[in-house]
């Protein structure tokens, strides 16, 4: 793919989309010919759409009043005092909604309406983003079509009663391994299906340029507002680590996102190891995957040598995913960010220190970004941002089972 | 001369049969293609598996999750086809997705093609940019067409870029669709086939998606230079007695 890119070898080196949607070698937008209308005509316009600022006043109010932004910077002390070193959690989990994901939703919604469609689709695993895409909805009275594999519509019971309560209809996926990725396959088909009318709200930064783009742009206000409050608590913007858990990928690159031309500030991005990365039961994209093509982006895929996909495995939902979107691809091929993973264990015990040390129950999704923190040796006084992305509500079951609670 | 430029030559209402490699048995592939050659069909579309078909509905993904659950990959079909040309002497295009392809190498995947004899392939998530800047030359060297979709969303700009790129015949997809609907000829449709033809193609054409029978495919044919028929016949594919089930399917056919 270099020669798509050669313009970018001499120049420092960039770590955003350009113009033909490829970060590095990594993106595109790898797509039927059927999706090529919807997805040009959100390429040719997401961008004068988002600059418009009528459009950046009503998102602007809406993550305000109805999703509580901004979301605080606490300092954990306890946590601090443990680790010996500032470690500050940017507190996604009191978003309305419990999670990061209702950041696109919104940014999505308010594009949607612009765009003229009255139809709305969305992929979902664990539910927190089928929850958001129906609160979005509602919220704006637009028809919402959820997709979500059948094993999760088992395993995420009170995120499906959520959504139809708030009017979504919930379609199972029966195809393939009936997960995450076989909702997406779904949620593309519809949209093949229905050319005209529909948008759909892909929920983390992966599909087709310019989704990832999109979607890093929409969430880029965690990390806005995280330097913003660095400095009004530490009166410097620059932490040492940003730490945040990548599934696809979608707190992290908010997380990220005003940190990456920084390079004196490190990103660190952690994945899920599952039941350990050699176990066969592992979502450790970056360690697992090899480069090729998933849900229409050049991107690091965890596949067979013949280019199948192949099923991964967490304990939670939300990283169960055998991709990266292409920018974390480019951050980690680059080596800007390191990726390093966190297994089921390590991640639950991390969810039960938080909990007992802070009072903060957090997603098990998130609990693996804090459980890298025991493997990190900080000299003292560090300043440490972790994307705390999600509430551990909708994980209780798993930490009540785990635990013997 | 490649033996698809050859076809449109000489024939018109071209009948085109999609099936998955290696189903409904592992072993099926060549079997199926002796037989639909013998039964009439005049150009066949072999699908190598992928385990995320977006482009296809329900039927055409339990084949493939079939095929790939018999073990069928790249290297196995290569391996099957190696003597396709002792038997089979219509053209054949090979019909999948793009992951599969890189893996494989697109420079090893061409160098196959052209070895075991096949003339062509549609790789319908391999976007235009990438196959004009990047792939074309390999495709070129082999001397194998690249076969591209087009939809009645696709604006006549892109269609006339597409005919420019295309050699071989331009795949028209009946309705934005998956694959596996039936064909309504309304006069939306109508318009659109009507504004096809109407613009003149370098490349003659096929109608696909939604072809199901000898009725729709008589009626896709009064628009286009033939039509390809695939859930269909998937469907009526029978694993106890493979080559019975094809002639049966293509009876309708030959009468």
Redesign the interface.
Known sequence: MSLLNKGLKNKTMNYFVNEKGYYGDFGGAYIPEMLYPNVEELRQNYLKIIDDEDFQKEFHQLLKDYVGRPSPLYLARRLSQKYNANIFLKREDLNHTGAHKINNAVGQILLAERLGKKRIIAETGAGQHGVATATVCALRGLECVVYMGEVDIQRQAPNVARMKMLGAKVVPATSGSKTLKDATNEAMRDWINNPVDTHYIIGSVVGPHPYPDMIATFQSIISEETKKQLIEQTGNDQPDYVLACVGGGSNAMGMFYHFIDDEKVKLIAVEAGGKGVDSGFSAATTVLGKEGVLHGSRSILMQTEDGQVVEPHSISAGLDYPGVGPQHAHLFKTGRGQYVSITDDESLQAGLLLTQMEGIIPAIESAHALAYLEKMNFKGGENVVVCLSGRGDKDMDTYMKYFGL | MNRIKKLFQEKKDILSIYYTAGYPNLGDTVAIAEELERSGADLLEIGFP??????D??VI?ASS?QA?DNGM???TLFAQLKDLRKTVSIPVLLMG????????GVENFCKACAEVGVDGCIV????M??YE??YSPVFAKYDLSNI????P???EE?IRKIDGLSNGFVYL?SS???TG?NLQVSDTTEAYFARIASMKLNNPTMIGFGISSKETFDKACKYANGAIIGTAFVKSLSADDVQASVKQFMKEFTL
């Open positions: 992928y385990s995320d078909p977006v482009a509905g329900p993904q999750k790939l990959d790249l290297k997705y793009v992951n599969p392809m890189l893996q494989f319908p998530d391999l976007p940019v990438e800047e990047l591209f979709l087009v939809t969303q696709t604006s892109r997809i934005s669709a998956t609907k």
